[in-house]
C-alpha cells in the first residue's frame, strides 16, 4: 500500500473571515492536527514559559511580537507532529517567518479565504453581548428580542471594543498591509488557493472539494464500512 505524503497546510484569512469555522471543519473531515499561533501563544503566556513571559511584554506595550519569538514557538511545536498532517493557522504572518518556515518544512498549500472587507465589517460590528453571561447575539442571525437588551436578564447589551466599527477597520487595515505581501509570497511559489465568498457555508464546499484531491475524508470511514 502506498502511503500518500502528508500534508502541510496554512490557512490564511482576515479577522472575521470565518477561519475559525473552516478550520474546524476541515479537522472534523480530513484529520488534520490545527496549530493555531494564537491559541500557542495564550497557553505559553499562561503557564510562563520563557517564550510566553516574553511575547507578553511586547502585547503589554501593545507591539507586535518579533518574527523570531514567532517562529521559535511555532517551529518547536512543529517538531512533535512531524507524523501528522497538519493546518497552520496564524502563522506567517509576515515574509521573514514564512521564509524561516521554509528553512524548516516544505509547504504543500496555502488556503486564503478571501472576503469582502465590507462583508467582515457588517459581520463583526453585529455582535452584541451580554458581560455577565457571556451571551452572544448577532443582529443579522440571532438578534435579541428586544434591541440592545439581554433576553433572559433583560439587562443592557454591549459590543466589544475588538466589534466596534472602528476598532474592525484598524484591524482589517493591519491585516492587510502585514498579510499582503505573504499572500504575494505564496502566489508567487504557485502556493495559493484563493476561495472567495462572502458565507462560509457557500465557501465550504470548494475547500471540501480541494482537500478531498489531497486528504481521504476520514469522517465518513465509519459510514462506508460495510456492515
Known amino acids: 500500500m502506498v502511503v500518500p505524503p502528508l500534508l502541510r497546510a496554512v490557512i490564511m484569512g482576515p479577522p472575521g473571515s470565518g477561519k475559525g469555522t473552516v478550520s474546524a471543519r476541515i479537522i472534523k473531515h480530513f484529520g488534520v492536527k490545527h496549530l493555531s499561533s494564537g491559541d500557542l501563544l495564550r497557553d505559553n503566556m499562561q503557564k510562563k514559559t520563557e517564550v510566553g513571559i516574553l511575547a507578553k511584554s511586547y502585547i503589554d506595550q501593545g507591539q507586535l511580537i518579533p518574527d523570531d519569538i514567532m517562529t521559535q514557538l511555532m517551529l518547536n511545536e512543529l517538531k512533535g507532529l512531524d507524523r501528522y498532517n497538519w493546518l497552520l493557522d496564524g502563522f506567517p504572518r509576515t515574509v521573514a517567518q514564512a ?3 521554509d528553512k524548516e518544512c516544505h509547504i504543500d498549500t496555502v488556503i486564503d479565504l478571501d472576503v469582502p472587507f465590507e462583508t467582515i465589517k457588517c459581520r463583526l460590528t453585529a455582535r452584541w453581548i451580554h458581560p455577565a453571561s457571556g451571551r452572544v447575539y448577532n443582529l443579522e442571525f440571532s438578534p435579541p428580542k428586544v434591541q ?15 466589534d466596534k466599527p472602528e476598532t474592525v477597520s484598524k484591524r482589517l487595515q493591519a491585516y492587510d498591509a502585514q498579510t499582503k505581501p505573504v499572500l504575494e509570497y505564496y502566489r508567487k511559489k504557485g502556493l495559493l488557493k484563493s476561495f472567495s465568498g462572502t458565507e462560509t457555508n457557500k465557501i465550504w464546499p470548494h475547500i471540501y472539494d480541494f482537500l478531498q484531491t489531497k486528504l481521504p475524508d476520514v469522517s465518513q470511514k465509519d459510514a462506508t464500512i460495510p456492515r
Open 148 to 162: 440592545g437588551i439581554d433576553d433572559v436578564t433583560g439587562e443592557p447589551l454591549v459590543q466589544r471594543d475588538d
Open 99 to 101: 521564509e524561516a518556515l
